[in-house]
């Protein structure tokens, strides 16, 4: 599999303010999906972002709320925009190779907001 | 509405031990069923399986993928304190989409 690089690892923020993640592949991938885990939960799919179009968001997120960038085939970021404490989450990135293959995952960004 | 459903929700075994994790799952065209190890963030991959009947094995870890039932297992066989860590499984439809589990907690004690 390919690798995914996530910065930054870990913030603590200031609520009302954004954070911005980003999320650089080592090859080039078709879709890339944004996920949210919130404390003791799954994950939780945010957005599919494909390269050239407009995200794709799942019932419950917004793209006031998370923009994402799509601008190449190798790079995302997500932005949690406004934050308040209950956006405190790990937020993962994710990608697959190809049609059946399996997904892999970036190192996580865990946001705590105060 | 397509759900996957993961239990137990934690476990606590000795080292030495065998564990198994169910995986149940409901899901519109499926195509795939993934295991995950997740210890700190990233969850790691373990498996994907496809077909019925199969039994997937890496080391002490295997898989297999029941369709009519619409369930999975992961055994643990020999289990390690380096085995504690919350195990995800995952549905993939056609959709491209990840349905994940609410994951099964493993605690090994020595």
């Known amino acids: 599999s390919a690798v995914i690089s996530q910065k930054p690892s870990r913030d603590i923020c200031q609520r009302g303010t954004s954070l911005t993640i980003q999320c650089q592949v080592d090859?080039?991938?078709?879709?890339m999906f944004w996920y949210r885990q919130q404390p003791g939960q799954s994950l939780t799919l945010i957005a599919t972002?494909?390269?050239?179009?407009?995200?794709?968001?799942e019932s419950g997120f917004v793209i006031d709320k998370f923009p994402i960038s799509r601008p190449n085939l190798t790079f995302s970021t997500l932005t949690v925009s406004n934050m308040s404490p209950e956006d405190s989450s790990i937020y993962l990135c994710?990608?697959?190779?190809?049609?059946?293959?399996?997904?892999?995952f970036g190192q996580g960004t865990r946001l705590t907001v105060v | 509405e397509d759900k996957v459903v993961q239990s137990p929700l934690s476990l606590v075994v000795h080292e030495g031990d065998t564990v198994t994790l169910n995986c149940s799952y409901e899901?519109?065209?499926?195509?795939?069923l993934l295991w995950y190890k997740q210890e700190k963030k990233a969850p790691t991959f373990l498996f994907m399986l496809?077909?019925?009947?199969i039994e997937k094995k890496s080391g002490r870890l295997s898989s297999i993928l029941d369709k009519k039932e619409l369930f999975s297992i992961l055994n643990i066989t020999a289990t390690q304190t380096g085995d504690s860590a919350v195990y995800l499984c995952?549905?993939?439809?056609?959709?491209?989409?990840?349905?994940f589990g609410t994951g099964t907690r493993l605690q090994v004690f020595p």
């Open positions: 496809t077909s019925s009947g």
């Open positions: 899901v519109t065209n499926f195509r795939s």
């Open positions: 995952a549905v993939e439809a056609n959709t491209d989409k990840l349905i």
């Open positions: 090859s080039q991938v078709t879709m």
């Open positions: 994710s990608s697959e190779l190809g049609a059946g293959a399996e997904a892999f």
């Open positions: 972002a494909n390269q050239g179009s407009e995200a794709t968001y």
